[in-house]
């Protein structure tokens, strides 16, 4: 393995000590005001809004506008992304949930329909997420991820994923006698994975997170049905969990050769065990 540069070192010491322990409190109190702020899309990084007064205000006051080249994340941490291109890995939680037969349910609508939706879904996605602060990682397809890193989400990041979860699950309708109005599955995963900048100083720069982990808590989330929470062996530990009460699930995955552990949370029981 080649020997990292002092630039390099440096850089990764700058993410570990954000990641990992917080940067300074103007920061955090700049997320904590961003999230309050009208209105969506937002920077994924710092929460900063795009559209509306929110914007006009961030603008003004911190010169955050979306980035030309990457426009899920403001010109402001795509400058900071691409200056400082790498990042550290760590411990994190990561909360991944999407949709339930999202093909059958778009032969059943017009593709503005289901566009519609999906931006319904999206945008209820993104206001759990940043409440429970989480870096928003991705918004695809009919899937949203949240990561939990320790500098942001604070060392309860576990626990904080799987509450997430459950307030997710309960936004889209899965307590409702009705049924939900988008049907979801989710898990929450806690691993090790590199978290930091990835692309090109002349093209596109994103943030997100790579590794093992990551991938272990996708191909989770595809095994969970609708209304449930599947939470890995690592996740539950690491969040205290108690899980005594539990359906276990022994999960063969793909890629892996050892097969993964989950309890399975479901906010349908937890709702009726509250009101019986």
């Known amino acids: 393995m080649p020997e990292r540069s002092l630039d390099e070192a440096k850089i990764e010491d700058l993410w570990r000590a954000f990641l990992e322990r917080g940067t300074e409190e103007r920061y955090r109190s700049q997320r904590r005001l961003f999230r309050w702020l009208p209105t969506d899309p937002r920077c994924k990084f710092c929460n900063a809004p795009f559209h509306g007064v929110g914007s006009v205000l961030v603008r003004a006051a911190y ?5 030309i080249m990457n426009p899920q994340i403001c010109n402001v941490c795509e400058e900071f992304a691409s200056t400082h291109q790498g ?3 760590i411990e994190l939680s990561m909360l991944f949930a999407d949709a339930r037969g999202s093909t059958s349910i778009a032969e059943r609508m017009s593709p503005a329909e289901f566009s519609r939706l999906i931006n319904r879904f999206y945008k209820v996605g993104t206001g759990v997420l940043i409440r429970s602060d989480a870096l928003v990682d991705k918004l695809i397809g009919d899937q ?5 890193v320790p500098g942001i989400a604070g060392p309860d990041h576990a626990r904080m994923a799987v509450e997430a979860a459950k307030e997710l699950l309960q936004a889209t309708g899965h307590t409702d006698p009705a049924g939900p109005w988008i049907p979801l599955g ?3 995963h806690t691993g090790i994975a590199f978290v930091g900048s990835v692309g090109s100083k002349d093209g596109l720069t994103d943030i997100t997170a790579l590794g093992d982990a990551p991938n272990t808590a996708a191909r989770i989330a595809s095994q969970a049905a609708s209304g449930e929470i599947l939470v890995s062996q690592e996740a539950a530990r690491a969040a205290k969990m108690d899980t005594g009460g539990l359906e276990r699930r022994q999960l063969e995955l793909k890629g892996r050769e050892q097969p993964v552990m989950v309890s399975v949370l479901r906010v349908v029981a937890e709702a009726e065990a509250r009101r019986s």
């Open 63 to 67: 010169g955050k506008r979306p980035s």
């Open 87 to 89: 990042g550290a890995e």
């Open 144 to 148: 949203v991820t949240g990561l939990y």
């Open 186 to 188: 989710a898990a929450v």
